[in-house]
């Protein structure tokens, strides 16, 4: 019975749909097509006395919400789409929520008297609405009998279209004032990273109208034989693999990374590209990653609310376009064993208004006319690194990079930068007294092919050991997490940087000289620059004798969360009050532990339901099995009946890491002994290799 089932699924006919389109310029003016902004916005405003101009200064929340309103619906209907959401970023969601956002989606009509529909859309149903703030995770803010949650439009992402409904990013608060959301921080950062940029800037005799920080997000993932997920009772609840012996071959050729991309993964990545670019998002760059299966996907840099914006709802295309193509999209960091997991790098950099990058020494001093502010925004951003390591190593913590930081397919948790042997020479020079401008450096390669020219290169290596490495004109936040919502990471780099920059701006203002500001900052904060192998053991010995933050728990990440240093610094930059943060550390405590709950109650279910029956049937022992499920139950039971959220995180963090792990090996060992058509669950062998294992249908042979 157990073979006949197993192969039923295992044949289930594969969706039939088309091939994605190629973009050509028939399709240019349908890119940003579903993005109320630039000319589609343009085009509907006009029809109501205004252009697109009016979306650039966020007073038209004010003074004229109602012509926007009115042109959003003219739009809507123009196109089929004739429902409106207001769409937020509740906290708790990375890696268990489908697209990571919440949305309420009503009607633009009602029915009037004659039993015609009656079009109507508000100034007020665009800029407000109101739900219920306590059915999402909220770390006590909210209860059942204090549940007022209020969804206000944030201006500085555009709306959108998907479908037949009208998508309006908005920010989640609670009827006290208190954030709900993870998009609410980041805005408030952002404010307080103008503030104390402009601060410091005029400081330095450079005026600018604002400052703003800019990201690219690389998104990794893998795409996965649907039929074979179907298989599997862990990668559907969970994402990722509990169980499960290494295929005959892994990532040890190196034969993945840069390869062609499977065509049934290409055909789904084009279409998720399409879609991608109807809404105006910049899907440019796709490549095979270094796992089997493993891809990647990058956009343009953009501002960091509309990026994240972005980001998220790219996650939500990615995971509905697979079904279509009868595959799953995995964003688990770690989905499975012994090959590499999936990370989310966070390029990062400060902009002006007006476009400078202000982490780009020749455009920085190009614009300022001065060769003093690079050096001294620098010094302020490795001050800020090295006074917040543990700060930022809590916002990269969960669930899933417990498996990756400091596993050499991710940068160790230990929180230092990497600047380069350049850029370090000539800040050693600078708080040594020297004043020079900061040229970096390029050199000359020859291929010793007469045919192919010499050409030019940084003279800086690349390292992707670092966790914060600086890459010529940004800054590379390579540890978060692939499932994560990044917007936590960037609320604190733009936080602690807006702190370094006030004191930087305090000190300039009274009287001190920037080098020797830069220079008392740099003394004190040298030690967090390190321009070698984080892999290499010898790393870790040298960074606890540099007294570096290392903080390999993610329970114990996300709990020093609200220490006293922390709370009290968002505070000061009025980005979280100690509630706010508070909230957040025990949401994420909160996540920690279910996560690995539902892990381990799929472990059960799946050796009791699957597992045992089947090695019954192939003759195979059983005794070992039914002894490692038990300590995984008794385990299980800890945490259940523990009520303190951290105590409960931290007994689930050794029922994963210690218990489950132990469990797992036994388990694995007999899945090598059961025959392979007895054996319930889809293997490693098919669920990782699409090139040699899917049929023209897309079916798993």
């Known amino acids: 019975m157990l073979v006949s089932i197993r192969h039923s699924v295992m044949r289930a006919p594969a969706l039939r749909v088309p091939p994605a389109r190629f973009f050509s310029i028939a399709y240019d003016a349908e890119f940003g097509s579903k993005l109320f902004t630039g000319a589609v916005a343009d085009k509907y405003l006009k029809k109501h006395g205004e252009t697109a101009e009016l979306l650039s200064d966020a007073d038209w929340t004010t003074k004229k919400a109602d012509k926007v309103a009115a042109a959003v619906m003219d739009w809507g209907r123009d196109n089929g789409a004739t429902v409106f959401t207001h769409w937020f970023q509740p906290l708790g969601a990375s890696g268990v929520r489908h697209g990571m956002t919440g949305q309420v989606q009503n009607y633009m009509f009602t029915f009037g008297k004659d039993g015609k529909p009656n079009y109507k859309f508000t100034a007020e149903e665009l800029l407000k609405g109101e739900t219920d703030g306590s059915s999402y995770p909220n770390g006590g803010i909210r209860a059942t009998h204090t549940a007022g949650g209020y969804t206000i439009l944030d201006p500085s992402s555009p709306i959108f279209m998907r479908g037949d409904t009208i998508h309006i990013p908005t920010v989640f608060i609670s009827w006290t004032g208190h954030a709900l959301d993870e998009k609410t921080p980041l805005l408030r950062a952002e404010q307080a990273l103008n503030k104390a940029a402009l601060r410091l800037l005029n400081a330095l005799h450079y005026h600018v109208e604002g400052v703003l920080s800019n990201i690219g997000l690389e998104q990794e993932f893998f795409l996965v034989p649907r039929d074979a997920y179907a298989r599997r009772l862990d990668l559907q609840m969970t994402g990722r693999t509990i169980l499960g012996k290494n295929a005959p071959r892994g990532q040890e050729m190196c034969d993945h990374y840069f390869a062609p991309l499977n065509q049934h993964a290409l055909e789904c990545i084009k279409a998720i590209q399409e879609e991608a670019f109807m ?53 688990e960091e770690k989905p499975f064993a012994d090959i590499n997991g999936s990370g989310k790098h966070n390029n990062w950099s400060l902009g002006t208004a007006c476009g400078v990058n202000l982490l780009n020494a020749k455009q920085v001093e190009k614009a300022s006319g001065s060769t003093e502010i690079f050096p001294v925004l620098m010094s302020a951003i490795v ?59 390029k ?98 010995v040298e960074a606890e004798k540099r007294g570096l933050c290392r903080i390999d728990s993610g329970v114990e990440s996300i709990n020093i969360m609200s220490s006293e240093k922390n709370v ?87 029922l994963r890491l210690e218990t489950m792990i132990e469990a797992r090996a036994v388990i694995d060992a007999t899945e090598a002994e059961c025959p392979a058509h007895i054996w319930p669950l889809a293997t490693y062998k098919e669920l990782l290799f699409l090139d040699s294992n899917q049929d023209a249908s897309g079916n798993t042979v």
């Open 279 to 331: 809404l105006g998002i910049p899907l440019r760059t796709r490549h095979r990653e270094v796992a089997p299966n493993q891809y990647e996907m990058a956009p343009f840099f953009g501002t960091a609310t509309t990026q994240i914006d972005q980001n998220i709802m790219v996650m939500q295309i990615c995971e509905e376009v697979a079904a279509r193509y009868g595959l799953a999209c995995l964003f």
């Open 443 to 540: 050199k000359m390669l020859s291929s010793g092919c007469d045919s192919v020219v010499d050409f030019e290169v940084p003279a800086e290596d690349r390292n992707r050991t670092s966790p914060f490495p600086y890459g010529g004109h940004r800054f590379e936040f390579r540890a978060v997490g692939s499932s994560q919502n990044p917007s936590f990471v960037n609320t604190v780099l733009c936080t602690i940087t807006a702190e370094a920059f006030e004191e930087f701006a305090a000190k300039i203002e009274g009287g001190a000289k920037p080098q020797e500001v830069a220079k008392e900052a740099l003394d004190k904060a040298w030690k967090v620059i390190y321009n070698g192998n984080g892999y290499d053991p010898a790393w870790l």
């Open 383 to 441: 001050s800020a690194v090295d006074k917040h390591g543990d700060l930022m190593r809590s916002s990269i913590a969960s669930p899933g990079n417990d498996f990756r930081l400091g596993a050499c397919e991710a940068p160790p948790a230990i929180i230092s930068t990497y600047l380069g042997d350049s850029l370090t020479n000539f800040l050693d020079g600078y708080r040594s007294g020297k004043a020079t401008a900061y040229s970096p450096p």
């Open 568 to 654: 009290a610094l968002f505070d000061k930059m009025k980005v979280m009050s100690k509630l706010e943060v508070d909230a957040r550390r025990d949401a994420g405590l909160q996540h920690y532990a279910g996560s690995i709950e539902m892990e381990a109650l799929c472990m059960v279910d799946m050796v009791k339901q699957q597992i045992l029956p089947a090695l019954k049937e192939a003759g195979v022992a059983t005794d070992g099995v039914t002894k490692a499920l038990a300590t995984v139950e008794k385990g299980l039971a800890g945490v259940h009946a523990e009520s303190d959220d951290l105590k409960k995180a931290t007994l689930a963090r050794t």
